[in-house]
Each structure stands twice: as structure tokens, then as C-alpha cells.
């Protein structure tokens, strides 16, 4: 069996409208889908490379020992 056949779906619906309530489930369905939309907009936003016209400095530091460690 799949785990997201129709009667697992209709159940986890049904569990949700009894734990909620009818006055709740609503709000929560119109979050949930608001977060859904904005977590594809930055996973879209993402996709694309940095831009090549940024400068990275780079730090060399040289330690001079006297006596080589043994």
C-alpha cells in the first residue's frame, strides 16, 4: 500500500478536523500553503549562480621558524 493513498489522506484529514476544529483547520490550510509558496519562490531565487563581479581577498600569512620542528 502507498502512504499516501486516498484513505491514509482522508484519514489524516479527518484526525486534523477533530484535533483543530472546523474554525482552525482553514487558517492552518491557507498557512500551510502560503509557506509552501514562498519556500518554492526562494528555492527559485537560489538557482541562480553568484555573480562573477564580486571581489574575494585572499590573506597569505608565512611563518618563519628558526628552528624546524624535529
Do not use: C, W
Not at 13 to 26: D, E, M
Amino acid at each position: 500500500m502507498d502512504i499516501l493513498s486516498p484513505v491514509h489522506i482522508l484519514l489524516l484529514l479527518i484526525i486534523a478536523l477533530l484535533v483543530f476544529g472546523p474554525k482552525r483547520l482553514p487558517e492552518i490550510g491557507a498557512g500551510l500553503g502560503k509557506s509552501i509558496r514562498e519556500f518554492k519562490a526562494a528555492m527559485e531565487r537560489t538557482d541562480t549562480p553568484p555573480a562573477s563581479d564580486q571581489n574575494y581577498s585572499v590573506t597569505t600569512v608565512v611563518s618563519e621558524e628558526k628552528d624546524p620542528p624535529r
